[in-house]
């Protein structure tokens, strides 16, 4: 079993940055695939950005590529996303959610744990 606690969202303004957390509970984070979702209101919950057990693979929705980046340190059991560059567009809630299998996937139905979410609004 593995818990997984968001943090990092809040409110900023258009062009300016913020930097998500997911810390994971469990002995056997490092071998899991990480992947960060965002749902906005009245949207469906779409892939943001994945990262391999590994670190050495990492995959990004074309939406925000560029300005997105994902990372992890399995020492600490957590993984981040750094949001660069946020428009108005990006505002939703986002989750951290955890794979139990190395490869890469942007099916949120492929994911085995969630998050409860942490909401990011960016104003205009």
């Known amino acids: 079993q593995v818990q997984l606690v968001e943090s990092g969202g809040g409110l900023v303004q258009a062009g300016g940055s913020l930097r998500l957390s997911c810390a994971a509970s469990?002995?056997?984070?490092?071998?899991?695939?990480m992947g960060w979702f965002r749902q906005a209101p009245g949207k469906e919950r779409e892939f943001v950005a994945a990262i391999s057990w590994s670190v050495s693979s990492t995959y990004y929705a074309d939406s925000v590529k560029g300005r997105f980046t994902i990372s992890r340190d399995n020492a600490k059991n957590t993984v981040y996303l750094l949001m660069n560059s946020l428009k108005p567009e990006d505002t939703a809630v986002y989750y951290c959610?955890?794979?139990?299998?190395?490869?890469?996937?942007?099916?949120?139905?492929?994911?085995?744990?969630w998050g409860q979410g942490t909401q990011v609004t960016v104003s205009s």
């Open positions: 959610a955890a794979r139990r299998d190395i490869s890469i996937t942007v099916w949120l139905t492929r994911y085995d744990y």
């Open positions: 469990g002995r056997t984070f490092s071998s899991y695939t």
